[in-house]
């Protein structure tokens, strides 16, 4: 099994629409996960942190469930500007253990 | 965050060549890493670079292949060595800050080798 492993998609919706992603991860003892946007030819840059309370910034809601080992993120609402890889990131312990998942690649249609 | 300054941004390289990549950043940092992320695949961590001694390697990546210079805190360079094709990827460094373990990307550089 993967140690973070993600639907490639392509998900494609139409604008406006919500669209959500899981990401499940193997390690149990993971303690920070986070959702990073990764344009194409472009550098990953940080969207959000999920924390267990599950936390939200917009349109944006990520959620995490340690129990299922499973962390989620949801849009609400999809602009075309959302079109992007969004790839799940598990952290065990320390910045060299730093897991990143393939992404899911994301196209909202007009 | 950090302004994070790589360059070259993209080049294409002959087989047997070294390319060297640079790495700035706007402040003093002390977690700075170098990865690849390879067409259609997720980031792979090189290494660590570390300021003032040698940089700590991942498995399948060695100092010959990837030597890596940090003199200070805010300055980093990645050389790939003796390329071939299958060095083709996209090189990215990274900062990480404080104990949150976020990090933070270089705009990367997208290498070509024929």
């Known amino acids: 099994r993967k140690e973070v492993e993600q639907d490639p998609g392509p998900f494609n919706v139409p604008e406006g629409a919500t669209v959500a992603f899981n990401c499940t991860y193997s390690?149990?003892?993971?303690?920070?996960f986070f959702w990073y946007r990764q344009d194409c030819r472009k550098e990953p840059k940080l969207l959000m942190s999920v924390y267990s309370s599950g936390n939200e910034d917009g349109r944006f809601t990520a959620q995490l469930n340690r129990a299922s080992q499973y962390i989620s993120l949801l849009i609400r609402d999809s602009k075309l500007s959302d079109s992007a890889t969004y790839l799940c990131?598990?952290?065990?312990?320390?910045?060299?253990?730093?897991?990143f998942g393939t992404g899911t690649k994301l196209q909202v249609i007009p | 965050s950090a302004v994070i300054s790589q360059k070259p941004s993209r080049d294409i390289c002959q087989r047997g060549t070294s390319l060297t990549i640079q790495c700035q950043v706007d402040?003093?940092?002390?977690?700075m890493f170098w990865y690849r992320q390879q067409p259609g695949q997720s980031l792979t961590l090189i290494a660590t670079a570390n300021q003032g001694s040698e940089a700590t390697y991942e498995s399948g990546f060695v100092i010959d292949k990837f030597p890596i210079s940090r003199p200070n805190l805010t300055f980093s360079t990645l050389t790939v060595s003796n390329m071939s094709p299958e060095d083709s990827s996209i090189y990215l460094c990274?900062?990480?800050?404080?104990?949150?373990?976020?990090?933070?990307f270089g705009s990367g550089t997208q290498l070509s080798v024929l």
């Open positions: 990131v598990v952290n065990p312990r320390g910045y060299q253990k730093v897991t």
């Open positions: 390690n149990s003892a993971s303690q920070s």
């Open positions: 990274s900062v990480g800050f404080g104990s949150n373990e976020k990090l933070f």
């Open positions: 402040s003093q940092v002390t977690m």
